[in-house]
């Protein structure tokens, strides 16, 4: 998939957060057809949508992503885009390559995702895409 000339690549992860997300919004939407716009998970997925489509792709670089040494110098290429004040969806790019890899939604809340994504941190700090 393309966007603002932006290859943009999705992991595993990720995929499969979004997965369980859409399954709450349609949920959601079922269980209030007038109202279900107001549920948290439909403008969670709403704002993850946006930003992945959207505004991450007119500025990887932005200064409001870099993380500095927050975990450690050796990671500072890997980009944090804060989602409300609960959520951080975590990226890099490439600019020569201009490519951007979506690498999975951090929260306390999906715990369980988190564990099971950690497998592909581990190694090397690396993401296998």
Known sequence: MQRH?????FHECLI???????????????????GFESNANVKLFNALARLLLETAP??????EYRQGDTMGAE????????IGRRFRLFFRFDSRSRIIIFA??????????????????????????
């Open 5 to 9: 000339g932006w290859h943009l690549l």
């Open 16 to 34: 499969e957060q979004l997965r369980k997300l859409e399954v709450a919004v349609q949920r959601a939407k079922t269980q209030d057809p007038r």
């Open 58 to 63: 007119s500025g990887p670089d932005r200064e």
């Open 75 to 82: 990671l500072r290429h890997w980009r944090r885009a804060r």
């Open 104 to 129: 999975r939604v951090n929260a306390d809340d999906w715990a369980t995702l988190r564990a099971a994504c950690t497998a592909d941190w581990k190694e090397d700090g690396e993401v296998d895409v």
